[in-house]
């Protein structure tokens, strides 16, 4: 029962991490005055890639 609640809360801390990152990147303004750029979005999704390995790593 342990390893599964320290299974959800590293799955729930991981997508928190995401999404919080992901949100305040796309808030903040590069000054050219566009909207999200496509690089923001291979930003979120390399962090979100490395934080799911990180949980990974840690819960297996």
Request: proline share 0%.
């Amino acid at each position: 029962m342990a390893g599964a609640l320290t299974t959800v809360y590293a799955v729930i801390v991981a997508l928190v991490a995401i999404v919080g990152f992901g949100y305040v990147l796309t808030q903040s303004d590069d000054g050219t005055g566009t909207g999200t750029r496509w690089s923001d979005w291979g930003t979120v999704a390399a962090v979100a890639l490395f934080v799911l390995g990180l949980v990974w790593a840690t819960v297996l």
